[in-house]
């Protein structure tokens, strides 16, 4: 379909591109910006006015929860989700029932997500077979099958011999390795930040050495095998300071936030709110700072939303025993938004990190509406706002901290492959 986009304020961080300009669509990809190609004649004009056009966004780490957990998620429903938040693309870490470890997963995630026809799904292949840390998987195989990198999830790899082998590996073939820094025995029977708070609530805690000795070890691997690496979900002020370093050295590292580290700090678990309970855990608010600093500075290139859609009685156990995770697809741009209304960022930079940032860091040809650019595209209302309550969240999955924040910025339109997928009613 032909389709123009007229009126809005098109932010394109990619093209330093800031200001009103129309927008016209064909075949899928950009065809043109401000003037339309010779005999250019829309089937679809969308009024922006007063509205934002930017390339639609892109989440580093969404758990879908199929194949293996439907009963929390499903695909369809998750990338409709997405959708209604203008993602147009989603990073599907390898800890899926069966684990990405072979081709035949990796497909049958790709058929799934094609069906549904809302949102680019990738994935990520598992960098040791059945994520248990022992013997590498096929990663040449898996990259072939289509898989954008390799991780563990959050499954540790005991071995540092292993892991250092399977960074070799990973880095014979160019595949980028996402590592989420957790050391599983200093964090066993932990659930929250080792703190006052956890202490006061008698909760058993997790230090920050859990996430900067893995750290340290990771970095150090990366360094001896050259692999290009990146870390997810950072959470510590120290962490921060390591990754802003070994990026000085010339390491080939980035790294993520999840949206919800950028807003809350331990205090908000508040009396045992299991909604808060997260991995990583939320640590102090000295550390929530030191974590919007390296976002402004860009040590910290994306904005994920970790998104763990859970059913409601997963968050009804005493808090320890709950599942961590929250559900953040819907929070995803009414946080990076707030990240401007406090300082944080300028827009243009807040918008980066959820598109031409996370796409740099997947090495795909997203992120950004230049001539020819596939035709992903995200238009919100900046002044609109809207309360997050059960009714008007997207997603299956209902537990999130947020339920009664008024966040600002709601999307009329998300395009994927120039194709409407979503239209507000009334937009």
Known sequence: MRIAIRGGRLIDPAHGRDGRHDLYIAEGRVVGID????????????????????????????????????????????????????????????????????????????????????????????????????????????????????????????????????????????????LTPLDPWLGATGCAHDGQIAARLGLAGIPVAAETAALGRDLALIEETGVRAHIGRLSSARACAMVARAQAEGLPVTADVSAHHLHLCEQDIGRFDANAHVLPPLRTLRDREALRAAVASGTLLAVCSDHQPHEADAKLDPFGLTEPGISGLDTLLGLTLKLVDEGVLPLAEAIARITRGPAGVLGIDAGQLGIGAVADVCVFDPERHRALTARTLASRGHNTPFLGWELRGEVTHTLLAGRVVYAHEGA
């Open 35 to 178: 003037a339309p190609p010779g005999g250019f004649v829309p089937e679809r004009s969308i009024d922006a006015s007063g509205r934002i056009v930017c390339p639609g966004f892109i989440d580093l780490c969404a758990r879908l929860r199929e194949p293996g957990a439907e009963h929390k998620a499903t695909i369809a429903c998750e990338t409709h989700a997405a959708a209604r938040n203008g993602i147009t693309t989603l990073v599907v870490p390898a800890d899926t029932d069966p684990v990405i470890d072979e081709t035949a997963v990796v497909e049958l995630i790709r058929r799934r997500a094609e069906a549904a026809g809302f949102a680019h799904v990738l994935t990520l292949g598992a960098l040791t077979r059945g994520l248990k840390g022992e013997h590498l998987a096929e990663m040449a195989a898996l990259k072939e099958a289509g898989c954008v990198g390799v991780g563990n999830a959050l499954a540790p790899v005991a071995s540092t011999l292993v892991l250092r082998r399977a960074l070799e590996y990973a880095a014979s073939h160019g595949l980028t390795v996402f």
